[in-house]
């Protein structure tokens, strides 16, 4: 298993094509988990706010707050989308690199205020995680692309 992966990095260094459409399709999978989760907060905020970590939920119009972080997510999903349909993707990877800020203080308000860690942890700095790599492969696609250009 270790070795297969060493492998798949070493094709990821090798072949810029290989290494863009990865980057290409993390972004891709990134921009449909965000856009899903603004669509369930702006549609369905009281089904889908429990899973986000926090050990209690306001009630009432004091809610109503949740449909604020669907609209952040459906925003950052369009931002990102754009930006990697008109091919900026050094841009492209700056803003996923800005943009893992939001899983990041979302994962620590969810500590500071005693909810779940293993939410906090499994799907906030995960999903930070992964936002990073995913701008970290933009950025490296997009210097390579400006190399060959050269």
């Known amino acids: 298993m270790f070795l297969a992966t060493l492998d798949f990095l070493a094709a990821i260094k090798e072949s810029p094509m290989t ?4 980057a290409d399709a993390l972004t891709v999978i ?4 965000v856009f899903s989760f603004g669509l369930q907060y702006l549609f369905t905020p009281a089904e889908v706010a ?5 050990a209690h939920w306001p009630t009432g119009e004091a809610a109503e707050f949740l449909s ?5 997510d ?4 369009i931002v990102i ?6 091919r900026e993707r050094r841009a492209l990877g700056w803003v996923l690199l800005a943009i893992a800020l939001i899983p990041i203080g979302d994962g620590s308000l969810i500590l500071v205020h005693d909810g779940s860690t293993a939410a906090a942890f499994g799907i906030h700095y995960a999903t ?3 936002v990073i ?3 970290l492969l933009q950025l490296s696609v997009a210097k390579r692309a400006k190399a060959v250009a050269a």
Not at 19 to 22: K, V
Not at 30 to 33: A, D, H, P, Q
Not at 74 to 77: G, P, Q, W, Y
């Open 19 to 22: 290494r863009r459409i990865i």
């Open 30 to 33: 990134s921009v449909l988990f």
């Open 50 to 54: 429990p899973s986000m970590g926090f």
């Open 68 to 72: 604020v972080k669907g609209v952040r």
């Open 74 to 77: 459906l925003a950052s999903a």
């Open 81 to 86: 989308l754009v930006l990697l349909a008109i």
């Open 128 to 130: 930070a995680v992964a």
């Open 133 to 135: 790599v995913t701008g």
